[in-house]
């Protein structure tokens, strides 16, 4: 009986020791398993995530350069910045720590190496991408006071300041040669910066060859097939109105149709805000449709004063789309000409020749600028062959060079805005 009892005590030991061992086992196991896979959390971003340790790390701050210094935010911004590595750090307590970052603006990923220690605080730099308003601003010297509109602009003159009707526009003047952009796969000279900040371009053509039928996407095009009425000196007109807005003119058609073709998958770097100003005020007397002659107000600030203006006298015939805060919102797209006013300030004068400034193209195109109606007939002014600032009756066909308006917030790529290395969109 004892030597049972003895081995059942033996037995019952034996078990407990046994649990014993493979419950310290299981616990090691447990605890190298753990040690080894972490669990992983992830931080969101605007349209990506990082992924990090909880232990390792505690922080991530963001700053945003705001003029010379930097803003502290709560999201790594989307567009319109650049990661500025060099700047950006990690820290453990109050010490650096050599770390490499990374980040991509396009996939929104973040990397940071070596990440070895609990504690480890991060920060990140962002930089503001240069617009193209501050890259032309910065590269170019505004000159003070006003032009003589009198005279030509043979030499590079470079910019002038005037107000348009949202505010300070600055517009190249003469033979300048560091106004070239590439954008949407074609090239296109710089007119000015318009009052909101957006760049307002006229059509090069796939080259930067400056005369001949490739500067412009047309080269015999009416304005208006009609031509027996006061109202159709407009790009858009209504009959019998003086600022009517209801039937495309047939150059506005071609514009339109060349822009769905060629533009339309770029609109979300083209102004919706800026506007084309087609004036159809009068110099003097009172509209009519049948009035046996009409002078607009171009023809007398161009033809007779010398004096060309960047504002547009009356909204109608200010041509915006509909998400402008101005304008008469008549347009679908976001697309027109060059005025008779821009073409003078650009260094252009009535009848007079001049070969060296940047629209001298070698060949007869179209302003939006209506000149006269007079003897039954519609006149618009255009730029000449010579390119004198000249006028033809609305029913000739000549060339078409569109003019877009690069919206304020675009950055520039690369570039510095000479022919053989313009300023990239």
């Known amino acids: 009986m004892e030597f049972q009892t003895l081995k059942k005590s033996h037995l019952k030991r034996n078990i407990i020791m046994g649990v014993l061992v493979t419950g310290i086992i299981s616990v090691c196991i447990f605890t190298f398993t753990r040690a080894k896979y972490r669990i992983i959390q992830s931080i969101p971003l605007v349209n990506g995530t990082i992924n990090y340790e909880v232990s390792d790390l505690n922080l991530i701050g963001v700053y945003l350069e705001e003029g ?3 803003t502290k935010v709560d999201q790594i911004p989307d567009t319109g910045y650049t990661f500025n590595q060099e ?20 996939t929104k990923n973040l990397t940071i190496t070596p990440m070895t220690t609990k504690g480890t605080k991060c920060y ?4 503001k991408e240069p617009t193209l308003k501050d890259t032309i601003l910065a590269n170019n010297k505004v000159n003070s006071g006003t032009p003589n509109f009198s005279k030509v602009a043979t030499i590079d003159e470079g910019l002038y300041k005037a107000q348009d009707d949202w505010g300070d526009s600055y517009y190249f003047r003469g033979a300048v040669t560091n106004n ?12 000015r910066i318009n009052g909101d900040g957006s760049i307002r371009l006229i059509y ?20 208006n097939t009609r031509y027996n009425g006061g109202e159709y000196a407009g790009y858009m007109y209504t009959k019998g109105e003086q600022h009517g807005n209801t039937t495309n003119s047939p150059i506005k058609t071609v514009i339109d149709n060349w822009y769905n073709s060629n533009l339309a998958s770029y609109a979300d770097k083209i102004s919706k805000e800026a506007g084309f100003c087609g004036d159809r005020d009068l110099a003097s007397g009172s509209w009519s449709n049948t009035a046996s002659s009409l ?31 101005k304008g008469n919102k008549a347009l679908t797209n976001p697309i027109g000409l060059i005025t008779a006013d821009e073409v003078s300030m650009a260094g252009g004068v009535f009848k007079e020749k001049n070969h060296s400034y940047y629209l001298y193209n070698n060949s007869i195109y179209w302003t939006m600028s209506p000149y006269i109606f007079s003897n039954s007939s519609n006149r618009v002014f255009s730029v000449d062959s010579d390119d004198s600032l000249n006028y033809w009756g609305v029913d000739n066909e000549w060339g078409v060079r569109p003019v877009i308006n690069i919206a304020s917030n675009v950055a520039i790529k690369s570039g510095n805005g000479t022919s053989s290395t313009p300023y990239e969109i």
């Open 295 to 325: 002078s607009y107000a171009a023809y007398g600030r161009l033809a007779d004063n010398k004096a060309p203006t960047l504002k547009c006298s009356n909204s109608a015939d200010l041509y915006t789309t509909s998400s402008s805060s």
């Open 204 to 223: 090069n053509g796939t080259s930067t060859k400056t005369t001949g039928d490739s500067t412009m996407i047309d080269s015999r095009q009416t304005f």
């Open 124 to 127: 990140l730099y962002f930089d």
């Open 87 to 106: 700047k950006s750090y990690c820290k453990i307590g109050d010490e650096k720590q050599n770390m490499t970052i990374t980040y991509d603006m396009n």
């Open 68 to 70: 010379s210094d930097y």
């Open 180 to 191: 070239w952009v590439t954008f949407a796969g074609y090239y296109w000279r710089i007119i």
